[in-house]
């Protein structure tokens, strides 16, 4: 089945210092990836949707110069938090579409998920 | 706009007894809808989805869902619940609106808690 590997599943900073997360999809290609937030005991928050080869789109509210994402190929993307604060803090996850499939015929795969803890 | 409810928050649930989590939804066209758990610090795993076809989906380990459309009703079934099963369901659709990509919408989710 269609695997997406999260790293790293746990990270604990300083405030003030940038937190990298990375998204890959191992046994297929993905043109588009989605980042989640989600809070404790609350659903998947759509932070932004991850072109490969373009810029991402970002939900409204959402700080693109806070949370830079790079689809640098068609199985990375990466989600950087700038200058963590406190209140960063929180579950992230990635979601990926095999670009094999049909939109909207097919789940997407999703990461583990990293929890980022800012101090 | 589209979207998904899931009324409880929680549903409490004997082992060996059967299981309902609900799950309603709202759009314009025809739904496109999935079932996700989610394990604690874990991400989401796909359980099933309804595109068109037959009302009764089956779905990974032993869950089941009836789509309804008079009632826009998607609830996820299990004849035997395990204590294994206790996780978090996320009921999602497919989000079709203009550049979407194929992203999911989800409802808040229910905790599933089934005791020995």
């Known amino acids: 089945g269609a695997v997406v590997s999260q790293h790293p599943s746990r990270v604990i900073c300083k405030s003030g210092t940038s937190v990298k997360i990375e998204c890959r999809s191992l046994?297929?290609?993905?043109?588009?990836m989605f980042w989640y937030r989600q809070f404790p005991k609350q659903s998947l928050m759509l932070m932004a949707t991850?072109?490969?080869?373009?810029?991402?789109?970002?939900e409204q509210g959402v700080e693109k110069d806070k949370f830079l994402i790079n689809h640098a190929s068609l199985t990375l993307s990466t989600l950087t938090v700038t200058s963590a604060h406190p209140e960063d803090s929180s579950f992230y996850i990635c979601?990926?579409?095999?670009?094999?499939?049909?939109?909207?015929?097919?789940?997407?795969?999703f990461g583990n998920g990293t929890r980022l803890t800012v101090t | 706009a589209q979207s998904v409810a899931q009324p409880e928050d929680q549903v409490n649930v004997a082992e060996g007894n059967p299981l309902t989590v609900k799950c309603t939804y709202s759009v314009s066209g025809n739904p496109y809808l999935f079932w996700y758990v989610q394990y604690p610090n874990r991400g989401l795993q796909f359980l099933l989805k309804?595109?068109?076809?037959?009302?009764l989906v089956k779905g990974s380990y032993g869950f089941e869902a009836e789509f309804n459309k008079s009632q826009t009703s998607f609830h996820l079934k299990k004849p035997s619940a395990l204590v294994s099963d206790s996780a978090l369901y996320f009921c999602?659709?497919?989000?079709?609106?203009?550049?979407?990509?194929?992203?999911?919408?989800f409802g808040k989710g229910t905790k599933l808690s089934v005791k020995p």
């Open positions: 309804y595109i068109t076809g037959d009302n």
């Open positions: 046994d297929f290609q993905a043109t588009t």
């Open positions: 979601s990926a579409r095999d670009l094999r499939t049909g939109e909207y015929n097919s789940p997407l795969h």
């Open positions: 999602a659709v497919r989000d079709m609106g203009g550049g979407s990509q194929g992203n999911l919408i």
């Open positions: 991850s072109n490969e080869g373009s810029k991402a789109t970002y």
